[in-house]
Structure formats: structure tokens, C-alpha cells
């Protein structure tokens, strides 16, 4: 990911949390670091058109719960954690469909994938987190990382 | 008259969220149906009076694009007009949807004001 994407990547992801899901979002300065402790989603969706690309987002069940009761208006404890798979899915494609505009413009169609979930373990967390294709964000205080590899 | 609703899309926490926006819009609103995918979705419309579809593009087994070729196949395009909710920006896309029959296409995340709004100017106010 060169500088240029990666400022198309941490305004959109920022824009999408904010008026998605309500939620604040910074970049850690490089001393911090995340405590990858909780139980964490991996979730990924590809993009097929002009260009061939593969987003990601890793983060905890607590932040997609959050997101779920952010989204839909309610406490975190009342049915929220329910959600919290589909409210990721649902962020990833957000992200992703405005993602490939802010990258290529509105003309080009590309097809995007049906998201896939997994669950990971910090260990995983922590090799993504210093991957130079993943970007790390704090989302009202938790750690989230968004990964972008593009291929032609 | 009260509107029913059909909202087609994979995601539940959108389903959710689509109704609760419906309610929110100050529109007279019946019945909410929902569905998982376009299959789902032409069940439902073979078994239920719907005003309007709200539907999403990318979903399994039938996408939004097959559910309208299959809608307008079938002519039920004109009964039951078709808005589209989706992430996908392309205007190319947009276009040919439109030109499938499509009446009106809202981009996620979307504002109770834009549901009203389109709903208004397909069925007007109820």
C-alpha cells in the first residue's frame, strides 16, 4: 500500500465509522500498542473489476457489538452481541464499496464478494498489525486494523 | 392506506436497521416483510400484497440485479416498484439498474429523510 492509498484508506474508513456507526476514530501513534486480549473477528471481502483487490478488517467481538448497538440505537447488552458478526460484515462492504471509489471513481463496476468471517488469535493480531498492508485505528479506544492488498 | 414493505437484504442488522428507519419516516406503514435474498424475495411477493421493495445488490443465492430481471420477467415491475440499497457507488451500475426497471437507488448508510423522500415519490404520501 503506497502513502497515497493509505490516506484514501484512512479517510474512508474513518468517514464510514463515523456516520455508520457513530464512532470516533484516531491512528495510534506508533508507541501504543494494542492490547489484542479479546476475543477477535478477521473479516474479508474481495473486489473484482478494473482491479483485483482483497480488504480486511480485524477487530474485537466487543467493538462489533458496539457497533451493532450504535447502529440499531440500543444498549450493547440488550441482544447486540447477536449482531455483532453481521455488523462487521455489513462495515466491511460499507467500507469496501466506498473504497473502490475513492480509489478508481464511479464509472468502473466491480463486483464485490459476499464477506467471510473468522475467528483469530492475537498471535495472528499482532503479525497482521506489522504487515506494511495494514493500517491500525483506534475506534472510540479499541484497536481495529483494515488491510488492503491490490492486484492488476 | 398503509404501505407494506418488503426489505430484501442478507444482512439482518440492516433489515433491522431499514425497519426501524421505515417507522421513523412519519409514513402511514403496514406490514414489513422481509427477506434473506431475491429467491426469498419473489416468495414473498408470490404470497403477499407489497407497495415497495427495498432491496440490497449482493447477496447470496439470488442477487438484487437477477430479483428485478426475474420482477420484470414476470411484469410485476410496475405493481411493485423496486428501490435499491446498496454500498455500490458505480454510477455505471446505477444506470443499468435503472434501466432494468429499478425506480430509485439509495447508497448505505442512508437517512430516514432519503427513505421518506423516495418512498414519497413512488407511492406518495400515504
Not at chain 1, 37 to 55: C, K, P, Q, T, Y
Not at chain 1, 129 to 149: E, M, R, W
Request: glycine fraction near 6%; charged fraction near 25%; charge should be negative.
Amino acid at each position: 500500500m503506497n502513502n497515497t492509498t493509505k490516506d484514501i484508506v484512512r479517510k474512508v474508513v474513518k468517514d464510514v465509522l463515523e456516520r455508520f456507526a457513530f464512532m470516533f476514530v484516531d491512528e495510534p501513534d506508533g508507541s501504543e500498542k494494542a492490547d489484542w486480549s479479546d476475543d477477535i473477528l478477521h473479516a474479508v471481502i474481495s473486489f473484482n473489476g478494473e482491479f483485483r483487490g482483497r480488504l480486511s478488517i480485524t477487530a474485537p467481538v466487543s467493538f462489533c457489538t458496539e457497533v451493532t448497538a450504535n447502529v440499531l440505537g440500543i444498549d450493547p447488552e440488550e441482544n447486540a452481541g447477536e449482531m455483532a458478526c453481521d455488523a462487521l460484515r455489513e462495515l466491511i462492504n460499507i467500507i469496501c464499496g466506498e473504497l473502490v471509489v475513492a480509489l478508481y471513481g464511479n464509472k468502473p463496476i466491480f463486483n464485490l464478494s459476499i464477506p467471510t468471517l473468522d475467528r483469530i488469535d492475537s498471535d495472528r493480531c499482532r503479525t497482521l498489525s506489522a504487515d506494511p498492508n495494514h493500517l491500525q485505528f483506534s475506534a472510540d479506544g479499541t484497536p481495529i486494523l483494515v488491510g488492503l492488498s491490490i492486484t492488476e | 392506506m398503509a404501505y407494506n414493505i418488503l426489505v430484501v437484504d442478507d444482512s439482518r442488522i440492516v433489515r433491522t436497521v431499514v425497519s426501524k428507519t421505515l417507522h421513523l419516516t412519519g409514513i402511514d406503514i403496514g406490514e414489513i416483510f422481509e427477506a434473506e435474498n431475491g429467491q426469498e424475495a419473489l416468495e414473498r411477493l408470490e404470497n403477499h400484497w407489497i407497495d415497495i421493495v427495498f432491496a440490497d445488490i449482493n447477496m447470496p443465492v439470488m442477487n438484487g440485479e437477477e430479483m428485478v430481471e426475474k420482477m420484470a420477467q414476470k411484469k410485476m415491475l410496475d405493481e411493485t416498484p423496486v428501490v435499491i440499497i446498496s454500498t455500490d457507488r458505480s454510477v455505471t451500475r446505477i444506470e443499468k439498474l435503472l434501466s432494468k426497471g429499478v425506480r430509485a437507488y439509495l447508497n448505505k448508510p442512508f437517512t430516514p429523510e432519503s427513505v421518506r423522500d423516495v418512498i414519497i415519490d413512488i407511492l406518495g404520501q400515504s
